[in-house]
């Protein structure tokens, strides 16, 4: 489904699933009432205002240099659960008191044992396919050390390989989506 079209689809799957796992307040077990104006309910007892929560996202483009008269080279994984047979970037949720940056450091770290430098924040999308209410926050950054390979965790990871920027695997993520957004991005920055 195409923009605008799949945002609007992923925020009214998000605001109905919200209202249904929202219908009884967590305090007092009274029935919420919506607010008025707002995606929020307020339970008519006890005052709680239960506001429709959001669940913060990251992946991240890792680029290194690529050999001698070669082209950069982009870190692409694949996953162990969801469209496994995508090549798409490190990705994961970020967790309570955690900041967008220390949670890609952290992510990066657990599923392909990297440190990375020269993080850059690219851009943002409503992300309903991970489940309701999902931001995704996508970065960029470098590999710390050019000459290190991915480690997969062999949890949330099958597989992590290097590809060139001129040699990217055809079983990329949709074009709407902020992955895809963000490997053509970089393949269009090494052009340049």
Do not use: K
Not at 7 to 20: F, S
Not at 161 to 179: T, V
Request: glycine share 10%.
């Amino acid at each position: 489904m195409p923009e605008p079209h799949a945002t609007l689809a992923g925020r009214a799957l998000a605001v109905l699933t919200w209202r249904r796992t929202h219908r009884w307040c967590g305090a007092c077990r009274a029935e919420l009432t919506d607010q008025p104006g707002e995606t929020a309910r307020r339970c008519p007892d006890c005052g709680l205002y239960v506001p429709m929560q959001l669940s913060a996202a990251v992946l991240v483009a890792i680029t290194r240099p690529g050999p001698t008269g070669h082209a950069d080279e982009l870190l692409l994984v694949r996953h162990a659960t969801g469209p496994t047979g995508l090549w798409a970037l490190v990705a994961g949720f970020v967790e309570a008191g955690e900041t967008l940056e220390a949670a890609v450091h952290r992510e990066v770290g657990e599923e392909v044992g990297l440190p990375v430098n020269r993080l850059a924040y690219f851009g943002s999308q409503p992300w309903a396919i991970s489940g309701p209410g999902v931001l995704l926050a996508g970065f960029t950054a470098r590999a710390a050390d050019p000459r290190a390979e991915p480690v997969v965790d062999g949890r949330e990871l099958t597989s992590a390989r290097w590809f060139g920027l001129d040699a990217l695997p055809a079983q990329l993520p949709p074009a709407y989506s902020i992955s895809r957004w963000l490997i053509d991005a970089t393949v269009t920055a090494a052009r340049r």
